[in-house]
Every structure is written in structure tokens, then in C-alpha cells.
């Protein structure tokens, strides 16, 4: 099965979480699944242009410098999807908010290098990720209200909608509630004809 899935949502919302069990229930179903997470391929590209960057400072950084990194990353994955046959699992964010902005997390000529067959985006309540991301330690996130939630899914909503409509694709919202991301991937599995 050769699909390509953009599996997308806000910080909080446990994507990467939900791309981890996307990524073992293919696997224990005989599908072959490459994950490959957006922030983990830019840290790559820093990494080997000797730029030191703590993976939550990106945002922060130029809208020009995301825009470059951002089409850096594209065509790395693209070159590494290229030929493939498994399912492709590309964990990004749909929007980034930066000083200067929401920015989408994938312009259009990151999406035809791309060439997604659906987006997924993982949301969850807003209290609940806002505790979320109370709760995480290992990350440098920014401190939002509940209200930022809220506005942070909207964009994530309306872009992903953009993205959809440039691709001629269908974007499949997957609520991920407390516990509940194994139930969440199944979910995507279930649209995808894997289980």
C-alpha cells in the first residue's frame, strides 16, 4: 500500500502519540509504515549545517529562515518517500504560531513536493491540552490560556482546510481524547482499509 498521510495537529493535542500507534498496529497488521516526524528531520538539517537550535526556539526564528528549513525538509522527505510502498506517516503542525504570526507549517510547493493522499488532524479539548502541555517537561513550549487553545485549532482547522482544497484531498478530524490514542489510530487505520 503506497499512501502518503499528513498526520497533523497543535501542540497538546498527541499526534506524535497517535503516529505511534499508527506506526505499530500497521506493523502488527503486515503493513509496512515509515513515520517520519517534520521537527526531527529539521533538528537533522541544523544538526549537519552546524546550527545549534533548541527544537522549540525554532518558531521564534525569521519567517524566511522557517520558509527555507521548512522546503529543506520537504525535499528530503519527498527523496526519501520516492519509490516507496509503504504508508508514508508525515507527523508536522498544520500552522506555527510565531512572532510574527500563525505561518502554515506546509506551503503549497512543500505540498506538491509532498503529494499527500489525506490529512489527518489530531485534536483533543481544549482543557485537555492545555493540561497537556502543563504537564510536559521535556518541551519549551510557550504557556497558553485556554482561550489560545482555541484559537491555535481554529487556524489549525482553517489551514488544513487550505491545504486540502489545493490538494483535491479529504482531511479527516480524529479526536484524541485522554487514553485514548491507541482508539485514535485505529480510527485512521480504519479510513486507510488497514484493520
Known amino acids: 500500500m503506497n499512501k502518503t498521510l499528513i498526520v497533523t495537529g497543535i501542540a497538546g493535542t498527541g499526534k506524535t502519540t497517535v503516529c505511534g500507534f499508527l506506526e505499530k498496529l500497521a506493523t502488527n497488521a503486515g503493513v509496512e509504515v515509515n513515520v517520519m516526524n517534520y521537527g526531527t528531520v529539521?533538528?537533522?538539517?541544523?544538526?549537519?549545517?552546524?546550527?545549534?537550535?533548541?527544537?522549540?526556539?525554532?518558531?521564534?526564528?525569521s519567517v524566511d529562515f522557517q520558509r527555507k528549513l521548512q522546503r529543506q525538509v520537504a525535499e528530503t522527505i519527498a527523496e526519501n518517500i520516492r519509490g516507496s510502498r509503504a504508508i508514508t506517516i508525515i507527523d508536522t503542525h498544520m500552522a506555527i504560531k510565531t512572532p510574527e504570526g500563525y505561518f502554515p507549517g506546509l506551503s503549497s510547493n512543500n505540498l506538491q513536493l509532498l503529494k499527500p493522499d489525506m490529512l489527518v488532524l489530531v485534536e483533543a479539548k481544549p482543557n485537555e491540552i492545555f493540561c497537556r502541555r502543563m504537564?510536559?517537561?521535556?518541551?519549551?513550549?510557550?504557556?497558553?490560556?485556554?482561550?489560545?487553545?482555541?484559537?491555535?485549532?481554529?487556524?489549525?482547522?482553517?489551514?488544513?482546510?487550505?491545504?486540502?482544497?489545493?490538494?483535491?484531498?479529504?482531511?479527516?478530524?480524529?479526536?484524541?481524547?485522554?487514553?485514548?490514542a491507541e482508539e485514535a489510530a485505529k480510527e485512521i487505520l480504519n479510513v486507510l482499509g488497514v484493520i
Request: charged share 35%; aromatic share 2%.
Open 135 to 180: 504537564k510536559d517537561a521535556a518541551r519549551k513550549r510557550d504557556t497558553a490560556v485556554e482561550e489560545a487553545v482555541r484559537e491555535e485549532l481554529a487556524f489549525s482547522r482553517a489551514v488544513a482546510s487550505a491545504c486540502a482544497v489545493l490538494m483535491g484531498i479529504p482531511v479527516k478530524v480524529v479526536v484524541n481524547a485522554e487514553g485514548k
Open 42 to 61: 529539521m533538528m537533522g538539517i541544523l544538526q549537519k549545517s552546524g546550527t545549534s537550535m533548541e527544537r522549540d526556539a525554532m518558531r521564534k526564528d
